[in-house]
């Protein structure tokens, strides 16, 4: 089975900076996502980051804060800027393959603390 | 918009019994797709199963299986003969199968499920 794997996989950061989430597929991917979970919550899902174009962001989420991108099909960045204490959370990216279209298999996440 | 609604927000079993979770969803479409998610301490998001609405047949993974009523739209999880590694947050989740919103995943608000030796 394939190995989807995020970097780094938990950060200590100071408000006001900005940090970089990598996820890489060791396989070729149709869709990737991105989701935020906050603390004690449910996932929710950030955007879809759409290969050589520009994310799909969902309402409450935008590019200045959260820029994504995806040069290839096995590869993602998120980036979360400007950070303050709320946007303390585990990050998740999410990917779904052509053998199996309307699934979506996570990465192990990366948990974000921002003091 | 789609809603899914966990209304157990714990629940706790003896190693070696069964146990129901519970999930019903709010949708007005007719072609989508069901899952339960599994998420133990280690945070990792493992699928446990996955329900095609049009297919009437219940599916199953070893332990694990479901009771799609469609009708009711309502989608539980039964776990047999718990094991103390199946302690973890399950989430149950929904997905169009295509449309505007296809590719989003709507989550429940989650079970804590624990297994007690």
């Known amino acids: 089975s394939a190995v989807i794997s995020q970097k780094p996989s938990r950060d200590i950061c100071q408000r006001g900076t900005s940090l970089t989430i990598q996820c890489q597929v060791d396989s070729q991917v149709t869709m990737m996502f991105w989701y935020r979970q906050q603390p004690g919550q449910s996932l929710t899902l950030i955007a879809t980051a759409n290969q050589g174009s520009e994310a799909t962001y969902e309402s409450g989420f935008v590019i200045d804060k959260f820029p994504i991108s995806r040069p290839n099909l096995t590869f993602s960045t998120l980036t979360v800027s400007n950070m303050s204490p709320e946007d303390s959370s585990i990050y998740l990216c999410?990917?779904?393959?052509?053998?199996?279209?309307?699934?979506?298999?996570f990465g192990p996440g990366t948990r974000l603390t921002v003091l | 918009a789609q809603t899914v609604t966990q209304s157990q927000p714990e629940m706790s079993v003896q190693e070696a019994e069964t146990v129901t979770l519970s999930c019903t969803y709010d949708t007005s479409e007719n072609n989508y797709y069901l899952f339960w998610y599994k998420q133990p301490p280690s945070r990792q998001m493992i699928l446990v199963i996955r329900q095609e609405a049009y297919k009437q047949q219940n599916a199953t993974e070893n332990r694990f299986s479901v009771n799609f009523q469609k009708a009711a739209k309502s989608f539980s999880l039964k776990i047999s003969d718990s094991q103390l590694g199946d302690t973890a947050m399950y989430f149950c989740?929904?997905?169009?199968?295509?449309?505007?919103?296809?590719?989003?995943?709507?989550f429940g608000q989650g079970t804590i499920l624990t297994v007690h030796p």
């Open positions: 989740a929904f997905t169009n199968a295509g449309g505007t919103s296809y590719g989003k995943l709507t």
């Open positions: 999410s990917v779904e393959f052509a053998s199996s279209p309307d699934t979506q298999y």
